[in-house]
């Protein structure tokens, strides 16, 4: 890990923002922060799983297929 990313600030998500959790890859609507950890569910419902917040980005914008 670079110095840059160690000393930057986790981004914070507002509520029902669709984010990505870079540790596994998933994408999903950001809930809350209890205990600091985010708390995001999947986008068609499902159970919470949690994120620490620097694993936590803005989701990437979906690709135009139609290219």
């Known amino acids: 890990m670079s110095t840059r990313q160690r000393n930057a600030p986790a981004y914070r998500p507002q509520a029902g923002e669709l984010v990505l959790d870079r540790r596994t890859g998933r994408t999903g609507i950001y ?36 290219d």
């Open 31 to 66: 809930m809350d922060t209890i205990g600091g950890e985010h708390y995001l569910r999947p986008e068609g419902g499902g159970r919470e799983w949690t994120a620490e917040p620097h694993h936590v980005s803005p989701a990437p914008e979906p690709c135009d297929s139609a």
